[in-house]
């Protein structure tokens, strides 16, 4: 898929999770569902987007959806 589209994906995720004061995984599969795109396939997409990646994994972290990777801080 182009990278544009994959771009446009992300900044609608973005404006969803600003507008409705909502966390990026709730935004994601909202904008899925709005789209007719199935919640595997929409993540396929958005996860070239290393910002929209991160904010999922740390959220999913926050979540306990996953284990929490150790980080070093940056210095």
């Known amino acids: 898929m182009s990278e544009i589209i ?3 994906l992300c900044a ?3 404006e ?10 709730e935004a994601s599969i909202m904008l899925a569902e709005k789209l007719g795109i ?5 993540g396929s997409l958005i996860k070239t ?4 990646k991160a904010k999922i994994q740390e959220e ?3 979540l306990n959806f996953l ?3 150790n ?3 940056p210095i």
């Open 67 to 69: 284990e929490r990777e």
């Open 6 to 8: 994959v771009f446009d």
């Open 38 to 42: 199935e919640e595997d396939n929409f």
């Open 12 to 14: 609608q995720v973005e």
């Open 71 to 73: 980080r070093l801080e």
């Open 16 to 25: 969803l999770v600003w507008e409705h004061d909502i966390g990026y995984i």
């Open 60 to 62: 999913a972290e926050q």
């Open 49 to 52: 987007n290393q910002y929209i």
